[in-house]
């Protein structure tokens, strides 16, 4: 079969690999579409031995049963199912619970990361990986695994503080960005403020429904502060989907005291809390500061719900899988609005 492979890091080939077979409790998915992640980026980019090679990206998959392994129920070839990225190692207290985003034993294992992905005509997952999706379009629904998930999971840790009256400021409005923008405005009453260096994205924003848009660069904090109120008030949660020394910092100088920062975005920087004596303090006093990981199962049968219901849609862009590294390319220039979505 076809497969697009991290085969060094940073590098990314097409290339045919021997068609997988699914195991006991496995499932061979025929993959229909696979969400381009700002973070497959970072695992291309980051530093040998970090990430297993070669190894097939694509942690942001729907597709079609091909075949079931010794031991399924519950699952037939035809069946069309969204995939549950992650694998924790199913024993510890947090798996347990069914944070297995949260797994003691497992930090980051999952589909994509430390196996083989989606980026391929078929890919091998547990069967306990899959969701139903019912008829959805599959493009649509493979981005609600992570970009929907992960925003989804964000906004649940922040739920207490999202009461109406407040202020949320999404910082990133890409792949995750307009998919959080639009849970948070069907699923809370609070007013969003969308921020973005890019007008296109500002634009998706107002379009999805943002109260208000405001363009990063230097200014930015002053425009946000206008919309938030001078402090000690300020947005009572900030969402930074970039998580860059420049979003990091406007996150840090518009949250409310009490506010709770969410860090999504993996782009790099430092957020300094501590306070130190004689000088004025980093964050408000009492500010929460969260470094969500991906979501639960739970959570995502919520998000395909929502989906379902009309209230969450992904903006997707397709490329053939042949086109996955150039899909990338415009990803890294900032060029993909909503989701880039590879359909093998
Ligand atoms: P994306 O490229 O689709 O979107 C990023 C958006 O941020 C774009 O609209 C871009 O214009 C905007 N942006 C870039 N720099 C900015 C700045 N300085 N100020 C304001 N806006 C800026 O990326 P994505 O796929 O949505 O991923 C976003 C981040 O979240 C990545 O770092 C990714 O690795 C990370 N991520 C984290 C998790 C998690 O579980 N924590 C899960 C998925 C993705
Ligand atoms: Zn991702
Ligand atoms: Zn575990």
Known sequence: MRAVRMTAPGVLEHTEVPTPQAGPGEVLLRVGAVGACHSDLHILDAPAGVFPVP?????????????????????????????????????????????ENRCRVIPVGGIGLSRDGGLAEYVVVPASRLLPVGDMDLTRAAPLTDAGLTPYHAVELARPRLRPGTSCVVIGIGGLGHMGLQILLATT???????????????????????????????????????????????????????????????????????????????GGTLPVRPVADEPPPVPLETGVVVPFWGTRAELHEVIALARDGRLHADVHTFPLAEAPQAYEALRRGEVRGRAVIVP
């Not at 097939?56 to 091909?66: F, N, Y």
């Not at 190692?89 to 798996?95: K, M, Q, V, Y």
């Not at 998580?243 to 999504?264: E, F, S, W």
Request: net charge negative; glycine share 16%; hydrophobic share 45%.
């Open 55 to 99: 190894m097939t990206l694509g942690h942001e998959i729907a597709g079609t049963v091909d075949t079931v392994g010794a031991g399924v129920d519950g699952w037939s070839p035809g069946d069309r199912a969204a995939v549950y990225g992650i694998i924790g190692c199913g024993r510890c207290r947090a798996c347990l619970r069914g944070e």
């Open 189 to 267: 009453a609070v007013r969003v403020i969308a921020v973005d260096t890019n007008t296109a994205a500002l634009e998706l924003a107002g379009r999805l429904g943002a109260h208000h848009t405001v363009q990063a660069g230097p200014d930015a904090v002053e425009k946000i502060r206008e919309l938030v109120g001078p402090a000690p008030d300020g947005a009572d949660v900030v969402l930074d989907f970039v998580g860059a020394q420049p979003t990091l910092d406007t996150a840090r100088q518009v949250v409310a005291t009490g506010g709770q920062i969410l860090l999504v975005g993996l782009a």
